[in-house]
């Protein structure tokens, strides 16, 4: 599939089959994640991999009941936990390099997208969790101190086709040369 293609198809999935993930197509994925760039090579990054029913079960725990993706924690084949090491993405000699301090989120954000590509390449589904209890997560998890749950990714074959989502026209948010210049 064309990249340009693959982009235009990755939507939110938040309804999946059963089907297993198999390695290989896995492996393909969690190597486009691994080929993410981030600030100064750190790769502020690990990956927990959850299948277990009983796990899936407590992490659904850690979404309000009215998140839209509860579901799909538990009815994914796999949930990717993308696990972020803090104080090291944006640093120069353990001090934050920039204003914005801690990079990790940026770094987490492009890897994951690169991880939905693939995902998407290889006509899977996933949906971005962000809005969870990660301190619950992360203990669940049991994930170090010095690291934290950004995000939680159900992957799975979607049990739907789902619609393009309307994107604004580029003539609402591009500018030229300086802020609301056309």
Request: with cysteine; hydrophobic share 40%.
């Amino acid at each position: 599939m064309d990249f340009y293609e693959v982009i235009k198809k990755r939507q939110s999935i938040r309804v999946y089959k059963p089907d297993p993930v198999p390695e290989e197509v896995l492996t393909r994925i969690l190597e486009a994640f691994r080929a993410s760039p981030s600030w100064a090579n750190t790769q502020p990054w690990e990956i927990i991999l959850v299948t277990k029913p009983e796990v899936k079960e407590q992490l659904q725990a850690t979404l309000s009941e009215r998140n839209p993706a509860r579901n799909a924690i538990v009815d994914a084949p796999v949930i990717v936990c993308a696990v972020g090491i803090t104080g090291r993405s944006g640093f120069y000699k353990e001090n934050a390099a920039t204003g914005r301090g801690d990079w990790v989120m940026f770094d987490i954000g492009i890897a994951t997208e690169h991880l939905a590509l693939a995902a998407a390449a290889e006509g899977l589904g996933t949906v971005h969790v962000g809005l969870f209890d990660y301190r619950k997560a992360g203990e669940i998890l049991k994930v170090p101190e010095d690291r934290t749950v950004i995000e939680l990714i159900p992957l799975g074959c979607p049990a739907y086709n789902p619609r393009l989502v309307p994107r604004k026209p580029l003539e609402e948010f591009v500018f030229k040369n300086t802020y609301g210049e056309k």
